[in-house]
């Protein structure tokens, strides 16, 4: 039955269209000072370079949407996230790259009232990528943000365009986690390792979906932890399981994701969405320190603080082989310049 449903979601996967945007395998790379330190086996997937403009994980998930969107002949792309979002950075490049508008409409999820916050990182790229953008007044509000594109999609049509919609909310079909469904396909290609742990954001969820659900097929010893950068465990948990079910329904393999595979961890959630914990900062120092690499406040720092965290709770164990999914976001250190000189102050 399992061999049966791992057929079954391949060709599916197979079947939806894509259209190119990663140009690359991103590199499986070995962190060896942090190994040392840590204690365990570390690797890095390097999804910060995935894609244009700084790169990131969603250029996998926009593959997906940009194919259906061409096989929609759509010439202009609405779509909905927070004011530092790397979701709709991402898409006004990709946008640009296919000849297609982008209008991104920005959540005021961050009570930020700085000039900088408002308009360096990705807002001044969206805007240098030729992107118009207009703004939605909550900030926790994923369907009434969505239902407002959709508002605006009609008016276009209206007007004689031809308007694709990327949902945000967690209630339509989860299609970017095809992306990371294919990105398991790519690591379990690049090293004949397993890994005992995967360790990624868990915010959207599409990400965490897509890589739970390869693992599962293709490494199913590999366990897939997300770390809390939007909701608190119980919150994260819920959105999750119904993304699960989605999925099943979605792919056509009823009952393959279920409560078992949902693994997540939220102490570096803290004190909120965009906001900077200390758990948070200590995984930025502890990056650059002995790395070099960076992270960004908002999520990579929340997702990475997770490795230290599950080894002092005693969850990974000494020797564990752990891969970190690094999926970008960097454009938002600038934003957060202010916040950053202060946490290297400390």
Request: proline share 5%.
């Amino acid at each position: 039955m399992l061999n049966q449903t791992n057929s079954q979601l391949a060709e599916f996967v197979s079947s939806k269209p894509r259209k190119s945007i990663i140009d690359f395998e991103t590199p499986l790379i070995p962190l060896e000072s942090l190994s040392k330190k840590l204690g365990i086996e570390l690797w890095m997937k390097r999804d910060d370079l995935a894609g244009p403009s700084f790169g990131g994980n969603k250029a996998r998930q926009l593959e997906y949407y940009f194919g259906e969107a061409s096989a929609q002949n759509a010439d202009t792309i609405l779509i909905t996230g927070a004011v530092q979002s790397n979701f709709v950075r991402l898409a006004a490049a990709c946008a640009a790259r296919f000849g297609i508008k982008p209008i991104l409409q920005l959540e005021q999820r961050v009570l930020k009232q700085d000039n900088i916050y408002k308009n360096s990182g990705n807002v001044l790229l969206s805007n240098l990528l030729g992107a118009e953008i207009i703004h939605y007044p909550e900030g926790e509000d994923e369907e009434g943000a969505d239902r407002a594109l959709y508002v605006l999609a009609e008016k276009l049509e209206g007007e004689g365009k031809n308007p694709y919609v990327i949902p945000l909310s967690g209630n339509k079909p989860p299609l970017g986690a095809l992306g990371y469904y294919r990105c398991v396909e790519e690591i379990t290609g690049q090293l004949d390792l397993t890994f005992d742990y995967v360790i990624v954001a868990s915010g959207s969820g599409a990400t965490h979906l897509g890589l739970a659900a390869g693992m599962k097929q293709l490494s199913p010893s590999t366990k897939v932890i997300g770390s809390c950068v939007r909701r608190n465990h119980e919150m994260q948990f819920e959105r999750f399981r119904r993304l699960c079910g989605l999925f099943n329904s979605f792919s056509g393999c009823p009952n393959f994701l279920t409560e078992r595979d949902i693994f997540l961890w939220d102490k570096a959630f803290e004190p909120g969405y965009g906001q900077i914990g200390p758990l948070a900062e200590n995984a930025i120092k502890l990056m650059a320190k002995n790395e070099g690499h960076l992270l960004d406040p908002v999520y990579t720092a929340k997702s990475f603080a997770a490795i230290p965290g599950l080894i002092a709770d005693g969850l990974i164990g000494a020797g564990s082989r752990v891969l970190y999914v690094h999926t970008g976001g960097n454009a938002a250190i600038f934003a957060y310049q202010n916040d950053m000189q202060k946490m290297m102050k400390k």
